[in-house]
Structure formats: C-alpha cells, structure tokens
C-alpha cells in the first residue's frame, strides 16, 4: 500500500504565500508523475500543476507566474510554492502520484486533500 500525506493548507490573506507538501509512504518502488490539484465548491477538481518524473513542469493558465512545483525524489515529496493568492485559489488541494509499488503495479494515488481559505 501507499499513502500520499499533504500538509501546509490554511487560511491567508489576498496576496499571500503558503507552501503545500506531499509525502508519499510506503510499499514504493518508483515514484513517476506528481501533481496538485484542486477543487473548490461547486466546481470540478482541476490540475493546478504537474511534475513529471523527468524534471518537467506543467500549470494551469490561472497559477502561472504565481505557483511553484517542485519535488524531492530523495524524500519522495512534491512541493507547491503559491504566492499572491486571491479568492479565487480556495479550494482543497489535493496530491496525486503515479506510483509502482514493490509487487510491480502501477496506480493512481491521491492524498486526503487540505484546504486553502484566501480571505481577508
């Protein structure tokens, strides 16, 4: 099994920063494609941003210029560094990975999701 952990949602202010991690754990062989997505109410779940296994970044059009991933494959953590959020960013924000595990399958794993509060 394997668990993706993600931490650091909270409530900020419009135009503030704050830093999401996601750890995965567990029965891991290798760690392929990492992503963040998010969901506010009422809407879908949209990806927000992407890190593949080889090092390249994809984002919405909504967060570029603003949001960061980045990722640890030592920790086995992806990282999403948002600054000068608005109203419009809150959401829950959930992570995802490809993982293979030690029995040689490949799945989709997602965390529990933590929420992001922009409001003044």
């Known amino acids: 099994q394997v668990q993706l952990v993600e931490s650091g949602g909270g409530l900020v202010q419009p135009g503030g920063s704050l830093t999401l991690s996601c750890t995965a754990s567990g029965s891991i062989l290798r760690i392929y494609d990492m992503g963040w997505f998010r969901q506010a109410p009422g809407k879908q779940r949209e990806l927000v941003a992407a890190?593949?296994?080889?090092?390249?970044?994809n984002y919405a059009d909504s967060v570029k210029g603003r949001f960061t991933i980045s990722r640890d494959n030592a920790k086995n953590t992806v990282y999403l560094q948002m600054g000068s959020l608005n109203p419009e960013d809150t959401a829950v924000y959930y992570c995802?990975?490809?993982?293979?595990?030690?029995?040689?399958?490949?799945?989709?794993?997602w965390g529990q999701g933590t929420q992001v509060t922009v409001s003044s």
């Open positions: 995802n990975a490809e993982v293979a595990d030690t029995q040689g399958f490949e799945h989709d794993y």
């Open positions: 890190i593949l296994s080889g090092g390249t970044v």
